[in-house]
């Protein structure tokens, strides 16, 4: 099992532009969710998707959008970049629920400019 | 007042040593909580889960005091591999919505 996989590794974009990363559960799971984590604080709550619906928001701007895909991975997109939105960007799947334990993918590091 | 606020760090401490962490927590709704060990430009691992119990593991312990609304990791007999972040992580329902609420972590360097 590759375990929780997310592309791509590392991203450079300039302001305004726009942004797509993507993130693969691990087999058998059927919830994603994403997270923002600025360096040196924690993780921040994005999205939680299951079984495609959305079941968790978080206090991001709507320039934040995700989806799930039938296979269960998923897209975070992000609009209209900022430099705030430097960051990484981990995905973490889950077996079923909010209450199991995550695993996380290595992240997308993201550098706007 | 944050909704989860964890001690402020960074605690060195000498092998062998043992070290405590707290979190807490504003809304007595919480409903999970958990450690998670982060380690630097590393994605968060799961450390362990924290029941009302009580649980040990190996040399960690992490206890919940609902009344008082805090959860505690206890590392005993301080290694070297211990040096990382630690998070605590508290989940929440509100309404139709799922929450999961991070504290900013615990920076911990154990020295030799």
């Known amino acids: 099992d590759a375990g929780v996989t997310q592309s791509p590794t590392h991203l450079i974009k300039t302001r305004g532009q726009q942004v797509t990363l993507r993130c693969s559960p691990i087999s058998g799971h059927k919830s994603v969710s994403w997270y923002q984590q600025v360096l040196g604080q924690g993780p921040q709550f994005i999205f939680q998707y299951y079984e495609k619906e959305e079941r968790g928001r978080g206090n991001f701007p709507d320039r934040f959008s995700a989806r799930q895909f039938p296979n269960y991975s998923s897209e975070l997109n992000v609009n209209a970049l900022l430099l705030g939105d430097s960051a990484l960007y981990l995905c973490a799947s889950l077996a079923s629920g909010i209450y199991n334990e995550q695993f996380f993918g290595p992240g997308t590091r993201l550098t706007v400019l | 007042r944050k909704e989860v606020e964890q001690d402020p760090g960074p605690f060195n401490v000498p092998e062998g040593a043992t070290v405590a962490f707290n979190c807490t927590y504003s809304n007595s709704a919480s409903q999970s909580f958990f450690w998670y060990r982060q380690d630097c430009r590393k994605e968060p691992k799961l450390l362990m889960s924290?029941?009302?119990?009580?649980n040990e593991d190996g040399r960690f312990t992490a206890q919940l005091n609902r009344a008082s609304q805090y959860i505690s990791l206890l590392i005993r007999d301080s290694k070297l591999s211990d040096s990382a972040t630690y998070l605590c992580v508290v989940t929440l329902n509100a309404g139709n919505n799922r929450k999961l609420i991070w504290g900013l972590g615990t920076s911990l360097a154990v020295n030799p």
């Open positions: 924290v029941y009302s119990s009580g």
